[in-house]
Structures are given as structure tokens and as C-alpha cells.
């Protein structure tokens, strides 16, 4: 018999990278909200790379930091080093990435959760779902506790039905030996979810007082103190490297040698693994022409011994892992810690989503990180805060939050997860984005600070300071309009020594710094910059300038992209009482449900035709509707 | 609501009448404006009819003499400002009109765009919705299969490499971005990047000079003849060339080989297919045996099949029947100067209903006939297959236009030293406006390209 153990507006489920943002975003917004985690001592644990960021999901960070989200701010404190990447490269690609402190990470998110005082943070696993008249209303413990819940967001990682598997191993786990979730999943399915099979793998973890590391190469990172978060104001200057090794034809002669017994090449895997996140046997498989591939080698932490061997991922027996390892320059005599393996888990197909991540089978129950699909701590954050936002939202009877895809990362993420599904793990790269010159990591501030200002997620401290930052920006930008640069014998002479072309006739500072080759720091001299403005008004200024002309052909795309946006498709349209658009169309309508014609021009399988019969039968304004 | 201006050929193909481009939205006037010589456009009265000349901007010459209407929103079909040039007819001159008012900024509007619009601003009653939503339907769908069957073969091989060379590079671009720190390839550099933009720009540019000389506008009905040997299915062939205009000649530097496939009759386009294998050998189902000639027969929009008034019918006169049982097709009974052999009444049966026209090729009898036969064939069917044949062609043009200006923004931005990931914005846009051309833009394919193209992992 279960017990009435109470009643929340907000039930998460979970509390790793999804979980956490999920549960804060709901509690900072104001709803009274409870998080259930199987272990407490594994808070927004990192069950594979020790590391947080990089090309695109380094700015989902600092979105996320903009709508007042926490991960950029534990990972700034906890860091081992931080590097700012494609530094060479232009603005739109930069992006940071930190090696964590796996053990201070967890100890620093708990903190924060602990001390919120909206959240209860209990340790307990959830069986199954209350849900009367198709409306989800609590959850239901192992320990028979019934919680009832306005909204419930499930975010269950990959514990859902986990198996772990190395070579002929295989055991029902969570990733890192934990509690898989097993009856959780029984019941989404019991209810009539469409779940699928996925999987992924982790290398081994060796000691570190076993590597030779003078037969490696260092990996330090940056000098110059960088941050996720825009309010961290305190950095850490005493970093540690990481190293750099390579596999070589020894290692790759192992690894043939024995892929009979590597669980994946068995055939005992069934789940789908992702193609950006290759084991190291499918590597040798896929390029064999290789001679070597690069390994790196991340410490875990400052207080603990154990090196993540990235480059490594494997689900060959621990004692091939043994030789493999000993294979590879300066790991000769390294010992294994802690073996790799591959784990396959239950994901919910993410077109069972709206936009909001509110599932459509089932109001009221969200879902959220790599149950849906995704692979990556950050992914995982970043569908967290947007569930936690739009659970809450519900709640308190505001407006969803949906994101588009010139916004933000977060929302090109979520448009693709509900809007095409996936066929693997799904991970963000730069070339997912569209507009990826408008989503730049300087400029993550300016398109999320005023949305988390009014969800009540950013402090009014921090947003005036936002507003004073661009108040800046503006009037620099105007300035330098006004400000007429004579080719005197001293302009030109600088131009020279910085490697510019003298110029010829009088022109605008606004117009000068659109060269190439000169930059806001570098005219500084001869522009009057204003010593007092920050680097980050003058970044801006700079960027905002130098690629204006590219900047307005995005925006001009966007425009066009936002007018099919605005027409808005009824949530409860009957497709099938629509005549002429195609059967294959009109499946994936009755699926993905799109809420625009944008949106419904983005599903594959969906052609220009049936966009028209669409947009037509929609104006013609008798439009019929699913029985409730 | 609609913002931009869209443009279409409105008249369907005929020699002798007048043919229409039309123009529909809030440029129509402007950008008809800015290429016409004759009255002001912008002053001119509502629904009323103005003679002039379409200027050709890019040599300021003539391109057309024209009478033009000009219609001011909102009593007007659309109900939106509506221009309609007046051309003569034929295929070459409207074409070239399209294209002109196509180079100012008007779109080429989807099929079925104009009555949409109409129906979107009220202009049609709510009750045709339905009706309205099968014609788009029905016209995309002829549009789509039309666009494809136009697309010679070649073209479509060469425009899939441009792409794959372009995918290449932006993988490799990306591939340097998502993972800065993968050491298997080299850094992309400016060089690399100019070089291969430079090549494709070649290519484009060359397809364009091509394009120009009609080879790609093959606008037209693509025909068949078949028959056994000495039937005179190249005398039929001469015959068509030369009783009447072959369309391209119009278009300075074609080649007398090229001309002889083009041909007018009494308005209607056709495209003879094949011609050099009817022409020097025997019959193209020997030639290129029968499931090859089946399948160019399937390709085909008209057959022309010749039969010998002077032999009896052979059993592979029955195959080839047979072969072409569901296409359109005239019977041909040619050589009625000599002794009749032919069962006429077993043909008939065979015919079932198709025009049959008896000719003597050799005494030009009969000519007047089949030239009547094509012609109703033509025009009694869906007369949108030929509109709809040539449009799809201007558009390959319009879109192999935008290409190579978006490959020469990327060259510009390679020149001003710009990050390559800025410069690959265009190139990206090249590849994706190259993949609109052969209906290929799976925006996946570069995720894919990724992935095969680099061993990339954690």
C-alpha cells in the first residue's frame, strides 16, 4: 500500500545535468518543487569525460548561464583548466571548454541544491507514474511513497534499463555501477510511450602515478582567465594540464585481433551508438588506413589519482583493455582503475515531445537530457532548464517558453529532437545551427538575459548590469559613426606598423574597423577609445561591426524564417480531414504535430506541396478538429 | 500578407498567339518599371495597356517588343498588384522576358501560387478551398515530375559532383571547428578554400554559357520516332526540321547538330530524342536493345511510330505496340505512294483509338496532317506539361545564377581575409541552392559527410 508522502507543483526525477537545471529553474521561478535521486552523493555526476563544453554546446553553457542556469557557474569554480577553442577562427565558432573536478562538481551542485529553498532533495526510486484521466498527477516510490505532482519531469539519463557490457559481461546497471531504473520503464511503455534502444561507452580510467608522462605531449590550458558564467568574477589561475599520446599499429593489432570479443562486434548489442562518439574498435574498423589515433590523457580531479583516457572508448574484456592501454606510448606500465565499457539504455523517441518537452501522450509529464535521446552533459542541462522553465510555467499558468532555432542552440536541440527525432544519440555541433553567426558565445547574454529577467531566473543586479553592458555598446557603436579618421602622416605610419594599409581619403572609425585586418584593440590609439570600457563592450562593438554585413543576411534569413513560424497550426487539427497532402506527409503530421508551418517544412518527408494544401486549408478557416 | 513579387509564364505554348508573363505582388509594377522602355509605368491608370520594349539590362539591347497591362491591387486576380507583358509568341522570347524580369527580383512562383494567392486574400470563395488545394497538388506533382525527366542526365551527374566537392570542403571546414583539436587533417586553409572555390565557380560559369545556347532549355515535348528499318523514320525527321523553324536557331552559337533536335510544330515544342540513333543506324530497339528503348520510350512525352504502308505488319511491329500500349502516340503510315501490303483494319485495332495520319513522305503528302495531329494531341491534353517543361528549366537557370553569386561572396570574403567559417556561410548556401536544382536538400547529408569523411570520437 503506498503513503501519501506529499504534494508538489514540480516532481523531478533525477539529478544529473538535466535534473539539477530542471529542479532549480522550477524552484527559482517560485513552484514548490521535490527532486528524487537513487544516490545524493551523485549529484550531477560525470559518468564519462571530465569535461564540460566545446565547439557549440561551450556556448549552450553560457546560454544556459544567461536564463540563469547553473552549470557555467559550478563548472567555473571546479575547473582543473579552462581553454577558449578556435581562437584562429571567426567569432560565431569560439567556444570554451573546461576539464572539470568530477568529485568537486558533484560536492558544489549538491550545495547549491541543498540551499535552494523551494527544492526537497530526497534519495529514493521512482516505480511509476500517477496518472488519472490521462493527465500525469504524481509519482510512486519503490518505498510506496506516492508524491503528487501538478507536473512531473522525468530525467532518468541512461539508467533506464541500462546494461553494461564488456566483452561476454553484461549486467542490468546504471552507467558506473549504480541502480539501473527498470520498472520506470515498464510503466512509460505500459502507458503507451514509443521507447528505443540506445547505447554509448566510456574508455578505461588509469592511475595517474603510472603514466609516463615525459613520453607525452602537454596540453595546458589557457593563461588568460576565462569564464562560462557572466557573473563569475573570481578565477582559477593554478591549472593542471592534460597529455597527449597516440594508439599506434601495436595497439591497432590488438584490437583486430580480438574484435570477436568486443561486446559490440559479438552482435550482443543491439541499442544504436553514436557515430561522433566511436569506440576505439570502430575506429580501427571504419579507418583502418590509420596508422594512429590521438589519445588524451584528463585528470578526473585535483584530489584523486584516476586519468580519463579519452580516445579509449571499448567494450573488449577488461584483460584486452589491459593490453591495449599497455600498447600506447607512456601508458606502458599504466594500471587500469577502473575498466571501460559500453552501456545500452531505453531512450523515449523525442517526437513524442511538443516543444515545450511536454510529452503529448500525457500532459502534465515532462521529459528531459538523455532519455530523450541525447547524448552529453550539456545537451542534457540545456533540456533540463527548458523543462524545468516550461513545468513551472504550467504551474503558475504562464506562457510556455519555446525557443527557435535562430535564438539559441538550446532551441535548434530541442526543434530537432521533436521535430525530426533521431536515429542515435543525438549531439549539437556547429553545423546543426543555421545561424550560428547570430548564436556566438560573446553574445549569449544578449539573447537570453532578458528572457530569464522576466521568468524571474536572473537577479535585478545582475540584469542591470546586462543592460548597462549594451547601453555601452550602443553608444560606442555611434560614436565611432561620428568619428571622421583623417589619412594624416601619423594614422598612416600606425597603419603601417600594425600591418594595414595607409588609406587614402578621410573615412568613418565605424567603416575602418570593417577591414579584415584591424581590430577594435589595435585602432584603439587612433579612435579615442575610452580606456574605462571593459573588454566585453569593446568585443562586442568589434564583432558587431567587423561582420555587420553578414550579421544583416542572417537576419534577413531569420525574418523570412519567422514569418512561417508565425502561422500557427491548431494543436488538435485532424489531418486525415485533410485532402491532398501525401500519405507518407500526413503520418509524420499526425506525429510530430507541428505547431507551426515552420516547423511542419522542417519534417523530413514533408514536401512544399503538402506546406501549401496546408497553409490553404488552415486560412480557409473551417478547419476540423480531433475529438477530444 | 505575401511580401515578395512572383513571376510565371501564364499562357500556355502556341506560335501565333500571344504568350503572357505575369507578374503578381507589391514589386510587379517596379520591377516591370525597370526594364521597360515606353510610358511610366508608375503613372499610368489602372487596367489599362501600354506599348514598349523589354530592355535586356545586362546589354541594354531589345529583348522584346511588348504590350503590357498593368493592374493595381486590389481588383485584380490576386488582388495584389498585377503586370502581365504581352510577348509574342513562341518559346524563346517569353522565356527570355521570364528570365529578365526573374534577374530583377521577382520570384518564380510554385505551381498553383497565383490561385493560392487569390484564394489567401479572399479573392476566391471559401468553397473552392478544396479545389484549390488539388490544383497545387496536381501541379507540383506534374511540376516535380516534369522537372525531373527534363534533367539531362549529364547535368544532373555534373551538378551532383559540384555539390560533393562543396559538401567536402564545408565538412572539412566543419570538421576543423567542431573539433579543433583532431589532428588527422590539415587545417583548412585560404588557399585550399580559393582553389575550390575557384574550380566549382568554373564549372557554374560554364554550365551558364551553356544554358545560354539552349542546351539546357530544352523546352519542349520530348518525341520519339521508332519503327522498324526503312519505314522513313528519318525522313519523317527531316521533314519536321524542315518544314518547320527550329527554335534555337534564334539563339546565336548553337551547332547545326543541336538545331535539328528542336523543333516548332505549329506552336508546339518537340524535342526529338534520340535523333542521331534513328538517323545513321536501324531502329533504336536493336540499337540499344529493347528494355533500354523501353525505358527512353518511358521518358518520352510523344512517340511518333512509323509504319511501311508497303510491308505487311511483322511481329515486331506487335512488340513495339505492345511496348508504347500506355503512352501518347501517333501512327504513322508512311510510303502510300507504293502497293498497299499493310492490313490498315489490324492496325486500327492495334491503335486502339490513337491518331492514326497516312503520309507519303517522299511526295510531302499527309505533313499537314500529322503536324494537325501533334498539335491536338497537345493542346486537347494537359497543356501545363509543356509550361510547366520549360519553366523548370528557367528555374535551373535562376537557381545556377544565385549559386554562383553566393560562390563569388564566399571568394570575396576569401580576398578580404575573413575566418573560413564566415566564408563558408556562402558556400553552404551554394551547395544547398545547387542541391534545389536536382530537389536534393536533406540538410543531414553534411552531418553524414561528417562522420564518413573523418574518424572522429572521444
Known amino acids: 500500500m503506498t503513503y501519501d508522502a506529499g504534494h508538489y507543483d514540480v516532481v523531478v526525477v533525477g539529478a544529473g545535468h538535466a535534473g539539477v537545471e530542471a529542479g532549480l529553474a522550477a524552484a527559482k521561478m517560485g513552484a514548490k518543487t521535490l527532486m528524487l535521486t537513487l544516490n545524493l552523493d551523485m549529484i550531477a555526476f560525470m559518468p564519462c569525460n571530465p569535461s564540460i563544453g566545446g565547439p557549440a554546446k561551450g556556448i549552450v553553457v553560457r546560454e544556459i548561464d544567461a536564463l540563469g542556469g547553473v552549470m557555467g557557474k559550478v563548472i567555473d569554480k571546479t575547473h582543473i583548466q579552462m581553454r577558449l577553442l578556435n581562437t584562429g577562427k571567426g567569432p560565431a565558432v569560439q567556444a570554451l571548454r573546461a576539464q572539470a573536478d568530477k568529485p ?108 609516463d608522462y615525459s613520453k607525452t605531449e602537454i596540453q595546458p590550458g589557457d593563461e588568460d582567465p576565462r569564464s562560462f558564467s557572466y557573473e563569475t568574477t573570481e578565477y582559477i589561475t593554478d591549472q593542471i594540464p592534460c597529455w597527449l599520446t597516440y594508439t599506434n599499429e601495436f595497439t591497432h593489432q590488438i584490437i583486430n ?84 565499457y559500453a552501456i545500452e539504455y531505453d531512450a523515449i523517441v523525442p517526437t513524442q515531445l511538443w516543444p515545450t518537452l511536454e510529452t503529448k501522450k500525457i500532459p502534465g509529464l515532462f521529459t528531459a537530457g538523455q532519455i530523450n535521446g541525447t547524448s552529453g552533459y550539456e545537451e542534457a542541462a540545456a533540456q533540463g532548464i527548458m523543462a524545468g522553465i516550461n513545468a513551472a510555467a504550467k504551474v503558475l499558468g504562464k506562457d510556455p517558453v519555446i525557443l527557435d532555432r535562430s535564438q539559441a542552440y538550446i532551441g535548434v536541440l530541442i526543434d530537432d529532437l521533436v521535430t525530426k527525432g533521431t536515429n542515435e544519440p543525438y549531439r549539437l555541433l556547429t553545423s546543426r545551427a543555421e545561424y550560428r ?41 555611434k560614436r565611432l559613426q561620428k568619428l571622421v579618421i583623417k589619412p594624416s602622416t601619423e594614422v598612416n605610419a600606425f597603419l603601417e606598423t600594425a600591418g594595414a594599409s595607409p588609406m ?76 491532398g497532402i501525401a500519405t507518407e506527409a500526413k503520418e509524420k503530421l499526425k506525429t510530430v504535430r507541428p505547431l507551426s508551418i515552420g516547423q511542419a517544412s522542417r519534417i523530413s518527408g514533408v514536401n512544399p506541396a503538402d506546406i501549401s494544401i496546408l497553409v490553404v486549408y488552415i486560412e480557409q478557416g473551417n478547419i476540423s478538429r480531433l475529438a477530444n | 500578407m505575401e511580401t515578395d513579387t512572383i513571376t510565371a509564364i501564364s499562357t500556355p505554348i502556341g506560335e501565333g498567339a500571344i504568350a503572357i508573363v505575369r507578374l503578381s505582388g507589391p514589386e510587379a509594377i517596379s520591377i516591370t518599371a525597370n526594364v521597360f522602355k515606353g510610358k511610366n509605368l508608375f503613372d499610368v491608370p489602372s487596367h489599362t ?87 497545387i497538388r496536381a501541379k507540383t506533382d506534374k511540376a516535380m515530375s516534369v522537372a525531373l525527366k527534363q534533367m539531362d542526365g549529364r547535368l544532373s551527374a555534373l551538378i551532383r559532383r559540384l555539390r560533393q566537392d562543396l559538401l567536402e570542403t564545408v565538412a572539412h571546414v566543419e570538421v576543423n571547428i567542431d573539433y579543433p583539436e583532431y589532428d ?29 545556347q539552349g542546351k539546357i532549355l530544352r523546352e519542349g515535348l520530348a518525341t520519339a520516332i521508332i519503327g522498324r528499318p526503312n519505314v522513313g523514320k528519318s525522313s519523317l525527321m527531316n521533314t519536321l526540321v524542315q518544314e518547320n523553324k527550329a527554335i534555337v536557331t534564334e539563339i546565336p552559337g ?131 506539361t509543356g509550361d510547366l517543361t520549360y519553366v523548370s528549366n528557367v528555374r535551373h537557370i535562376q537557381l545556377l545564377r544565385q549559386a554562383k553569386q553566393a560562390l563569388e561572396d564566399a571568394m570575396e570574403g576569401l580576398e578580404l581575409g575573413l575566418p573560413l567559417d564566415i566564408v563558408q556561410i556562402d558556400v553552404t548556401r551554394t551547395w544547398e541552392l545547387l542541391g534545389e536544382i536536382i530537389g536534393d536538400t536533406a540538410s543531414d547529408s553534411l552531418i553524414d559527410q561528417l562522420f564518413s569523411q573523418f574518424c572522429l570520437g572521444k
Do not use: W
Open chain 1, 104 to 211: 568537486l562538481y558533484i560536492k558544489e551542485m549538491k550545495k547549491i541544491i541543498e540551499n535552494e529553498k523551494n527544492i526537497t532533495l530526497r534519495q529514493g526510486m521512482v516505480d511509476r507514474l500517477i496518472v488519472e484521466d490521462g493527465v500525469c498527477k504524481g509519482v510512486i516510490t519503490e518505498t510506496n511513497a506516492a508524491y503528487s505532482a501538478k507536473t512531473v519531469i522525468i530525467t532518468t539519463g541512461t539508467f533506464m534499463r541500462g546494461k553494461v557490457l564488456m566483452g561476454d559481461l553484461e549486467y542490468e546497471s546504471g552507467p558506473n555501477n549504480q541502480r539501473p531504473t527498470i520498472k520506470l520503464s515498464e510503466n512509460l511503455e505500459e502507458l503507451g510511450f514509443e521507447i528505443t534502444r540506445f547505447k554509448t561507452g566510456t574508455p578505461p580510467r588509469v592511475n595517474s602515478h603510472t603514466i
Open chain 1, 257 to 340: 585481433e580480438n574484435l570477436s570479443l568486443s561486446a559490440m562486434y559479438s552482435g550482443m548489442k543491439r541499442g544504436t551508438g553514436p557515430r561522433y562518439c566511436p569506440s576505439i574498435e570502430d575506429k580501427i574498423v571504419r579507418f583502418n588506413d590509420k596508422p594512429r589515433h590521438q589519445i588524451f590523457l584528463e585528470p578526473e580531479g585535483r584530489d584523486t589519482e584516476e586519468v580519463y583516457v579519452q580516445g579509449l572508448s571499448t567494450s573488449l574484456p577488461e584483460s584486452i583493455q589491459h593490453s591495449i592501454v599497455r600498447s600506447v606510448e607512456g601508458l606502458e606500465n599504466a594500471e587500469i582503475m577502473r575498466a571501460g
Open chain 1, 437 to 477: 553567426l547570430l548564436l556566438r558565445h560573446d553574445n549569449a547574454d544578449l539573447r537570453m538575459t532578458e528572457l530569464g529577467y522576466k521568468l524571474g531566473l536572473i537577479s535585478e543586479e545582475r540584469y542591470a548590469a546586462f543592460t548597462e553592458k549594451y547601453r555601452l555598446v550602443e553608444e560606442e557603436k
Open chain 1, 504 to 579: 587614402k581619403e578621410a573615412v568613418k572609425a565605424y567603416d575602418l574597423l570593417k577591414r579584415p585586418e584591424l581590430s577594435y584593440d589595435l585602432l584603439a590609439p587612433i579612435i579615442d577609445a575610452d580606456p574605462s570600457l571593459s573588454h566585453e563592450v569593446t568585443e562586442q562593438v568589434g564583432i558587431q561591426i567587423k561582420y555587420e554585413g553578414y550579421i544583416k543576411k542572417a537576419n534577413d534569413q531569420v525574418a523570412r524564417m519567422l514569418k512561417m513560424e508565425e502561422k500557427k497550426i491548431p494543436e488538435d487539427i485532424d489531418y486525415d480531414a485533410i485532402s
Open chain 2, 49 to 135: 495597356i501600354h506599348y514598349g520594349k523589354i530592355m535586356d539590362p545586362e546589354t541594354n539591347e531589345i529583348a522584346e517588343e511588348v504590350m503590357i497591362s498593368v493592374m493595381r491591387a486590389p481588383k485584380t486576380f490576386t488582388r495584389e498588384d498585377v503586370v502581365e507583358i504581352n510577348c509574342h509568341g513562341g518559346m524563346v522570347a517569353v522565356n527570355r522576358v521570364l528570365e529578365i524580369i526573374l534577374s530583377k527580383g521577382a520570384r518564380l512562383a510554385e505551381p498553383g501560387e497565383f490561385t493560392k494567392r487569390a484564394f489567401l486574400h479572399g479573392r476566391i470563395d471559401l468553397s473552392q478551398a478544396e479545389a484549390v488545394m488539388d490544383l
Open chain 2, 184 to 212: 588527422d587533417v590539415e587545417e583548412m586553409s585560404h588557399d585550399m578554400m580559393r582553389t575550390k572555390t575557384k574550380e566549382v565557380h568554373q564549372e557554374i560559369v560554364e554550365l551558364l554559357q551553356v544554358a545560354k
Open chain 2, 254 to 384: 548553337t551547332t547545326r547538330d543541336i538545331i535539328e533536335e528542336y523543333v516548332s510544330v505549329r506552336g508546339v515544342p518537340l524535342r526529338l530524342v534520340d535523333t542521331a540513333g534513328i538517323r545513321e543506324t536501324e531502329d533504336i530497339v536493336e540499337k540499344i536493345g529493347v528494355e533500354r528503348s523501353r525505358q527512353v520510350l518511358k521518358e518520352s512525352d510523344l512517340i511518333l511510330f512509323v509504319l511501311n504502308y508497303n510491308e505487311v505488319l511483322s511481329d515486331e511491329d506487335d512488340k513495339l505496340f505492345q511496348a508504347i500500349q500506355d503512352l501518347d502516340y501517333i501512327v504513322i503510315i508512311n510510303k502510300t505512294d507504293l502497293e498497299q501490303k499493310l492490313n490498315l483494319a489490324r492496325v486500327e485495332e492495334l491503335a486502339a483509338g490513337k491518331p492514326i495520319v497516312t503520309t507519303s513522305l517522299i511526295k510531302e503528302e499527309g505533313i499537314n496532317e500529322l503536324e494537325e495531329a501533334i498539335a491536338k494531341i497537345f493542346f486537347a491534353g494537359d497543356i501545363d
